[in-house]
């Protein structure tokens, strides 16, 4: 157990609203990961963090935007959710090679 | 573009038996192998790894073969259990960028193993 937590878990939203996931982390990890889960893709990055204020693109980061304003939370923000953002959505933490991911989040975008 | 693959989308094992999950990469730059067991409703968990420098690496039940002629790896589980029943994803990762690893994962594969 790597201390993460994720809010909501599970939400349902409407085309065009403004979501945001929350990632917690209570162990002061410098990296943080934001990913997607969807049937026959595996886990795709969606963005990164190597510190607060600090984060990156991964492969599908379009229509998504992050933020890290302290180290112990991660936010993922869909500024105008689309039915392709249903998913499964992950967070994950990072020591030496492995990581470490939180219980998910299930968001439905109707 | 899947640089990981797992081909086989299932597999089925008796209780007992050795199970193998097999995982093929294109890219020859990875340096660093994973494997993930996830149950329903639940986040990945971490079950063990290997480095490109190794050949093998053991942790009690299971054991991760890396052939990188090949750019192949297999995840044996010995005797397979009930509790196995799972979806597994292999995953790789190569360098770091600004210190962080960037995982690429394979679609996984669901183990069941039967009674």
């Known amino acids: 157990d790597a201390g993460i937590t994720q809010s909501p878990r599970h939400k349902v939203t409407e085309t065009g609203t403004p979501v945001t996931l929350r990632c917690h982390q209570t162990e002061n990890h410098r990296y943080m990961y934001w990913y997607r889960q969807d049937p026959g893709h595996g886990l795709r990055l969606i963005h990164y963090?190597?510190?607060?204020?600090?984060?990156d693109k991964g492969e599908v980061s379009d229509g998504y935007s992050v933020s890290r304003s302290k180290t112990e939370d991660f936010l993922l923000t869909l500024e105008s959710a689309t039915s392709s953002q249903t998913s499964v959505y992950f967070c994950a933490i990072s020591t030496k090679n492995t990581q470490y991911f939180g219980p998910g989040t299930r968001l439905l975008v109707l | 573009d899947q640089q990981v693959k797992q081909n086989s989308p299932s597999l089925s094992v008796q209780e007992g038996r050795i199970s193998i999950l097999n995982c093929d990469y294109t890219?020859?730059?990875?340096?660093?192998f994973l494997w993930y067991k996830k149950y329903p409703a639940e986040g990945p968990t971490f079950l063990i790894s290997?480095?490109?420098?190794?050949d093998k690496n053991e942790d009690g039940r299971f054991t991760v073969f890396l052939n990188k002629s090949a750019k192949h790896l297999s995840l044996h589980i010995v005797p397979s259990q009930p509790g196995d029943s799972a979806v597994y994803f292999c995953a790789a990762s190569w360098g770091r960028i600004q210190g962080a690893q960037k995982l690429v994962f394979g679609q996984g594969t669901r183990l069941t193993i039967n009674p």
């Open positions: 290997i480095s490109s420098i190794k």
């Open positions: 963090s190597y510190g607060v204020k600090d984060t």
């Open positions: 890219n020859s730059m990875f340096d660093y």
